[in-house]
Nanobody
Framework: VQLQASGGGLVQAGGSLRLSCTAS???????????MSWFRQAPGKEREFVSA???????FYVDSVKGRFTISRDNAKNMVYLQMNSLKPEDTAVYYC???????????????????WGQGTQVTVSS
């Protein structure tokens, strides 16, 4: 699987951005069979789980983004989205999309459980 993240940028606090991740999968494997997740990494910090959406479209979020971020997927287009509203300066980071077919729900937040990663897109929120 090859993942391409896009949609980052510079936004003022309180603003919104929509991240997109396009997946290129082998013809023998369905995109819908992957758990798709977003992680982020701020300078000097560990990579942090943000959100996941599983094969059944159930969403999962880290507490700090609940009520502000919404994850969704379009299986027909092999895409996953992260709508980010009410952005805060502490949301500033490089955002990565990740995919895996075998990660279990109790491990969605573990970066080491994902086999496939996109290149990252920078999100900067100014105060």
């Amino acid at each position: 699987v090859q993942l391409q993240a896009s949609g980052g940028g510079l936004v003022q606090a309180g603003g919104s951005l929509r991240l997109s991740c396009t997946a290129s999968v082998a013809s023998s494997v369905s995109f819908r069979s992957y758990v798709m997740s977003w992680f982020r990494q701020a300078p000097g910090k560990e990579r942090e789980f943000v959100s996941a959406i599983n094969q059944g479209r159930s969403p999962f979020y880290v507490d700090s983004v609940k009520g502000r971020f919404t994850i969704s997927r379009d299986n027909a287009k092999n895409m996953v989205y992260l709508q980010m509203n009410s952005l805060k300066p502490e949301d500033t980071a490089v955002y990565y999309c990740a995919a895996d077919r075998q990660v279990i729900v109790s491990s969605y937040s573990r970066a080491d459980q994902y086999d496939y990663w996109g290149q990252g897109t920078q999100v900067t929120v100014s105060s």
